[in-house]
């Protein structure tokens, strides 16, 4: 082969291929090598270097100089055309997986190729990729040549080949359409601080902005609505809230749970738990659709949200007190710390940190101990008669069940 050729090759090779030409170089070298041991034995101490400027190549065998066209020969050519090969196709692996592992949570456009098994096959240019049916919008379809925008989640190779695994249900998705559709934010004018999703239903979208001239609710939802159209049209009707972001927590859980007028936002520290208070015309729409909304909301804000007129909180408190006082060790102005801190069933005390306990009550290591263990033991029996539950208003569940039981507080 001609110097001039080499170069050639492995300019061509870098360019379509993306490999760099110092790993084609390597690879010709490592191919000549093997190639020669089919002459001169394994045992051989053989060498081959190409100049990277001149192309020309030289060799060694146990210190003398080598000639590769005369000593290769026709088998040893071959040999060395495989090896190349196999190199080549290695590195243009690794290439894929270099270039992909870049775009990891990144938002990419392919076609649809293909849909077997419920895995549906995508095209990213020259690789496929696959989004797998658990990260597939529920009920939406894909049709070959169809265009779809998804996130990267995972890259690794496959044999010969790279795997790149895509997803249309995370909330980076929504993130990154947002990004790709509002220049505010790809400017960084506006900024997403978090991001709720329950795929093809609805996502929550909590934004800010230093600059007090933008409105960053009124930015994100376009003029008439055309830049949110846009997103909830990608993610086939996904409705789509816009939530004004706060850095205190109480008016972040208001804004996160409108339409739903919110009366008052108690927050539990010791328990992550913020009790809403809203009137009963509005419990339905602060709950949302089998507890979407305060769902949505609690993944939003990072809170465990209950929701509650004034008057079954009044209730609740009421019945955590008499409950708790039943408990040997529990005096009535504990039960009404434990209350205050956001304590109101058996379940919340079953967890309580022994520390804080002792701290509050001035108890001995084993008087908490034996009001954890009571704790539980009231918490499963209430279980067990059906009264588990907080009720139909916490963010964790959608029953109707209410009350208490006899022996204290409802679980």
Known sequence: MKPSDLLR???S???DKNIEKEVVFRAVEAALVTAARKHYGEEAAISFQIDREKGEITGSCDGNSLVYEEVIGRIGAQTAKQVIIQKLREAERDALIEEFEAQLNELVSGVVQRNEGGVTTVALGSVEAILPRSEQIPKEAYHPNQRIEAI????RAQGSRVKVVLSRTRPKLVQRLFEQEIPEIAEGIIKINAVSREPGHRSKVAVSSDDQQVDCVGACVGVRGSRIRTIKDELGGEQIDIVRWSSDPQALITNAL???DVEEVILCQML????VLV????LSLAIGKRGQNVRLAS???GWDIEIMTQEELEKQIEKAVAGFCQIEGITEDLANQLVGEGYLTYDDLSVIEPDDLMSMGELSEEQVDNIVTTAEEMAEAAAQAGTDGRGRKQAGGASDSGGT???GPKN
């Open 13 to 15: 090779m870098h360019r």
């Open 279 to 282: 009137k009963e015309d509005h």
């Open 405 to 407: 039981d006899q022996n």
């Open 272 to 275: 992550g738990r913020a009790i």
């Open 258 to 260: 409108k339409p739903a």
């Open 152 to 155: 990267v989640t995972d890259v």
């Open 9 to 11: 090759i492995v300019d």
């Open 299 to 301: 993944k939003l804000v």
